[in-house]
């Protein structure tokens, strides 16, 4: 009798440990549905490299900004925890507002956030602004145009109630550290979701275009975030390497007096940084203010009177308006010869400038108009963007 084939036993499968499939993106819409706490869910991540009013520090589920000079002479700083959805905040956040991120809607207190929005494919995200006579996006004047959005008015005025009523995610502003100027304390108060953005306080053009980074990181767009700024960066950097070193380079002052005084950009100042790189000798470039310097008309006379060109005189649009509001003006030789120039080409039917609003986000387009008028030959083909010429 032949005995009965046994079949082979098969063969042991050790166990193996389960494989995380980590992201390879942020995650810019919805929530994460299945939580890991050892997954990084923040693969792209910015980095800081001209601006240095805030900070940004990663964790897997939780980032965290710091605005460092939220205001000029500030003794105070913000903290946002930013967390993804779906996801626990952090234990023992103290002071710091947590926010969940990536934002759904959004409120821009100030022009010069709309340009990021916009660079970042967000305005669909947009729902309201302070107010809506200085805009001039076109896309954003659309959705005023369409009842898309709400004006919620600024400062000590604002309106809480509006506000509340659109119940936005985030309401980005600005400060001042003056209550009848700064809207986010009532808004803070009223249960609100309120950041405060400072760029104006970077004393670079760059750094405060760098910013576009930080309302980027409330959308988890910084990867997009980080080749916009590249961009802009890398062409600011190649047009300036063009002008810095010219051997030529014209005296310049800037701005007019304002009820009796002369707001004079400090020498540290971004706009004196902005001078230097289009190749021009800022006649206050040895003053070690960030801000501006409170001159007297005869102060800036006495030393800018045989100035080259002369910009940014407030709203000026012909040098008769500049001679008929004051008589001397006509002695300051960058007005005999005609080299007046003003930063208020682009302006909207209320007056709005698109100069502090693009313009902020764009520096190079600045610095190119600036080198333009300065070294026109290094810019042929470049026609003035912001900037124009008076005439009489």
Not at 34 to 44: C, H, L, N, S, V
Not at 82 to 88: A, F, H, I, K, R
Not at 258 to 283: C, E, I, N, R
Request: net charge negative; glycine share 6%; hydrophobic share 40%.
């Amino acid at each position: 009798m032949t005995p009965t084939s046994m079949p082979e036993p098969a063969p042991t499968i050790a166990p193996t440990a389960a494989v995380l499939e980590l992201p390879e993106t942020n995650l810019t819409e919805g929530c994460v549905t299945d939580y890991d706490p050892e997954i990084d869910y923040f693969p792209e991540k910015v980095t800081i490299v001209d601006a240095v009013g805030w900070t940004i520090a990663y964790h897997n589920n939780y980032k965290v900004i710091t605005v460092l000079n939220p205001w000029r002479d500030a003794d105070v700083q913000f903290q946002y925890v930013l967390v993804q959805c779906g996801t626990p905040p952090p234990d023992n956040v103290g002071d710091a507002l947590v926010i969940e991120v990536p934002v759904q809607s959004v409120v821009a207190m100030s022009t010069t956030q709309l340009p990021h929005l916009a660079e970042l494919g967000l305005l669909d995200r947009l729902v309201g602004v302070d107010s809506f006579l200085y805009i001039n996006n076109e896309a954003v004047r659309a959705k005023i145009k369409a009842g898309e959005l709400v004006e919620i008015g600024s400062g000590g005025q604002v309106n809480v109630e509006r506000a509340l009523d659109r119940q936005p995610d985030l309401i980005m502003t600005y400060g001042v550290g003056n209550l009848e100027y700064d809207a986010h304390p009532k808004l803070l108060e009223a249960g609100l979701k309120v950041v405060l953005n400072s760029e104006y306080m970077e004393v670079s053009p760059l750094g405060r275009a760098e910013w576009v980074k930080f309302t980027a990181a409330f959308f988890n767009q910084e990867a997009k975030a980080m080749e916009i700024y590249d961009s802009i960066a890398g062409r600011y950097r190649e047009i300036a390497a063009l002008a810095r070193n010219v051997a030529d380079k014209p005296t310049v002052f800037a701005n007019r007096p304002f009820q009796g005084t002369w707001y004079m950009p400090g020498g540290k100042s971004y706009v004196a940084q902005l001078l230097a790189d289009a190749g021009a000798t800022y006649l206050w470039a040895d003053d070690t203010s960030t801000g501006s310097m409170q001159l007297s008309f005869e102060a800036v006379f006495d030393r800018a009177r045989d100035a080259d060109f002369w910009l940014n005189p407030g709203n000026w649009k012909s040098l008769a308006e500049a001679a008929a509001e004051d008589e001397r003006y006509t002695q300051f030789a960058a007005y005999q010869n005609g080299n007046v120039y003003n930063n208020n080409k682009r302006l909207n039917e209320n007056g709005g400038n698109d100069y502090w609003e693009s313009g902020v986000t764009n520096p190079h387009l600045v610095l190119a108009d600036l080198i333009k008028i300065f070294h026109p030959e290094l810019l042929p083909d470049h026609e003035l963007y912001f900037y124009q010429k008076l005439e009489q």
